[in-house]
């Protein structure tokens, strides 16, 4: 075969790749794959895989296979943009949330000018609930409750259960953890909880020691912390190593990175405001616990429900809108009901807000139980 035969060939090859690619439905993402949540990701990277497999084996959205088009955005604001443009670039049809609430609070304008819809599942910062539908981004949309939203949950069940009075904030220093402290104290007013300290860290820092020794001489009767999975770890870890006895508030994981603390005892009492748990028995979530057993040989946590729930949601509102143009599925989710593995049907207010369920987790006897699931009101 001649060079210029062999040149032609591979352009030929190229262009039906190409062409094949084309006829794909893209989804962006926008996950810290590297970074404080690396963890996180893969996690959610599971859910997200398995709703692909699952859509695309029953013949994929409009006829055509869902592709998942996702970049690092190491849940830092200047990365978030420059990932959101990318996707943007790309075309994708629609995005899948940046992860953490800096990140998708920085990629809420340039999706706004795009027109193009972005469903969250993770990030948390009220700040999302206040600019998103008539707060004037009709292009953000969150299926996960708010941190004022779970620490409402939270409050209410501290304050009826008589657990606890006096707590100790622990947070890092990002929108979320500010964000989730602020929210916190908020309840605590409420319900005449009292806060009798508040400390923020830069993400990735090497040793809590200092710290922790501060809080426990106050005496504090729980911590509330409000950190990413990777400090909650390291901090958990030292609070360990001083033989720290003091449980847990606030917005903790329940697993991940956790479970090995909780299983040797480190969290017991613990009581954390949750969007998602495997323990809960639905149809939809036995599947998606089934999956994440066989193919990752792990529990779900709430990243994989929130990679899951979100690619499930976009595809029926593709499949409602009959279109992939990005404008008229933004449509049909404002007018959406989906149905999430919670069992809990999904619409959105007119802040574009669908999470309304809040999950009460507490660690017993070394396990995590599920204590109460709250539907909000709004």
Not at 162 to 173: H, P, Q
Not at 346 to 372: C, L, M, P, W, Y
């Amino acid at each position: 075969m001649s060079l210029r035969a062999a040149l032609l060939g591979f352009g030929a090859a190229v262009a039906l790749t190409v062409s094949a690619s084309a006829q794909n439905i893209l989804i962006g993402v926008g996950a810290p794959t590297t970074g404080a949540a690396a963890a996180a990701a893969v996690w959610q990277r599971w859910g997200l895989d398995i709703a692909a497999d699952r859509i695309n084996g029953a013949g994929g959205v409009l006829g055509r296979p869902i592709e998942i088009r996702s970049y690092d955005n190491r849940c830092n604001p200047s990365e978030a943009v420059n990932v959101t443009n990318r996707l943007i670039e790309d075309k994708v049809v629609a995005i899948l949330g940046m992860h953490c609430s800096s990140a998708t609070l920085a990629a809420m304008p340039l999706i706004q000018t795009a027109r193009i819809p972005m469903i969250e599942a993770i990030a948390s910062s009220p700040r999302i609930t206040e600019l998103s539908g008539k707060g004037g981004n009709s292009w953000t949309f969150r299926i996960n409750p708010s941190d004022q939203d779970m620490m409402d949950g939270l409050g209410q069940y501290l304050a009826d259960s008589g657990r606890w009075r006096r707590f100790a904030v622990l947070g890092e220093d990002t929108d979320f953890g500010r964000g989730g402290a602020a929210a916190f104290q908020v309840v605590a007013q409420r319900h005449n909880l009292q806060i009798i300290s508040q400390d923020f860290h830069p993400q990735s820092l090497p040793d809590f020691t200092s710290l922790l020794t501060r809080i426990r001489q106050s005496r504090p009767d729980a911590i509330a912390i409000f950190q990413l999975a990777g400090d909650q770890a390291n901090m958990l870890r030292n609070a360990m190593q001083m033989g720290l006895r003091i449980p847990y508030a606030g917005r903790f994981d329940p697993g991940g990175n956790n479970a090995q603390i909780i299983a040797a005892g480190g969290m017991e009492n613990s009581i954390t405001a949750w969007t998602y748990s495997a323990e809960i028995d639905t149809p939809e979530n036995r599947i998606l616990v089934e999956e994440t057993r066989r193919r990752f040989n792990s529990e779900p946590l709430l990243q994989t429900w929130a990679g899951y729930d979100t690619l499930r949601l976009a595809a029926q509102a593709i499949t409602e809108a009959g279109s992939a143009d990005p404008e008229k599925v933004r449509d049909a989710l404002q007018r959406i009901r989906f149905g999430n593995v919670l069992g809990q049907e999904v619409s959105f207010d007119e802040n574009n807000q669908g999470g309304r369920t809040v999950v009460i987790e507490r660690v017993a006897n070394r396990r995590v139980v599920v204590e109460k699931l709250l539907q909000l009101q709004r």
